[in-house]
T-cell receptor, first 115, second 115 residues
């Protein structure tokens, strides 16, 4: 069972470079999320999607863009990377939010360093 | 907006000690509450959940009770093992308004268990 797969797992970028993180899920989930994890700050929601073709901003959306062209994929883009975007990025998906309150499944994470 | 506050860590215990990790929340409506665990180098996994007041979630010897009157969801385990060493995250999910579908996390508590 693949579940939620993130690529790449590690990346080093120079300031100003761009990149796209890919998240793929094979569980036919409607909801997908991108979080960043920083020491002492838990997970903060960057963007999320409630279905194919839809996206919405989370808590910390600045500097990031997302797209959900296919239901199984959720892409996170950094147009011009900054050192403040050094973090571990997690993708998650779930079948539905309330009232079903189903479990969110997480990928293994992408460790991004911007120098 | 929604928020989750966890006790400060790190927490260091000896094997077979009793564990409590405090979690309190602020939310509109009637949230569902979760504990997620992150083992070293891995993504987050759901540990347990509770979807309404007075519900008790339990799994792998861990328990947490949804206390609406104190807005709390404290995690407990009677006898910890070295294999329980991980980062624990409290989280909530609400069903209404602008927070629909968003999973909000606490900052995480690092637990280290020594033999």
């Amino acid at each position: 069972n693949a579940g939620v797969t993130q690529t790449p797992k590690f990346r080093v970028l120079k300031t100003g470079q761009s990149m796209t993180l890919l998240c793929a899920q094979d569980m036919n989930h409607e909801y997908m999320y991108w979080y960043r994890q920083d020491p002492g700050m838990g997970l903060r929601l960057i963007h999320y999607s409630v279905g194919e073709g839809t996206t919405a901003k989370g808590e910390v959306p600045d500097g990031y863009n997302v797209s959900r062209l296919k239901k199984q994929n959720f892409l996170l883009g950094l147009e011009s990377a900054a050192p403040s975007q050094t973090s571990v990025y997690f993708c998650a998906s779930s079948y539905s939010p309330p009232p079903a309150n189903t479990e969110a499944f997480f990928g293994q994470g992408t460790r991004l360093t911007v120098v | 907006g929604n928020s989750v506050t966890q006790m400060e860590g790190p927490v260091t215990l000896s094997e077979e000690a009793f564990l409590t990790i405090n979690c309190t929340y602020t939310a509109t409506g009637y949230p569902s509450l979760f504990w997620y665990v992150q083992y070293p180098g891995e993504g987050l996994q759901l540990l347990l959940k509770a979807t309404k007041a007075d519900d008790k979630g339990s799994n792998k010897g861990f328990e947490a009770t949804y206390r609406k009157e104190t807005t709390s969801f404290h995690l407990e385990k009677g006898s910890v093992q070295v294999s329980d060493s991980a980062v624990y995250f409290c989280a909530l999910l609400t069903g209404g308004g602008t927070s629909y579908g968003k999973l909000t996390f606490g900052q995480g508590t690092i637990l280290t268990v020594h033999p």
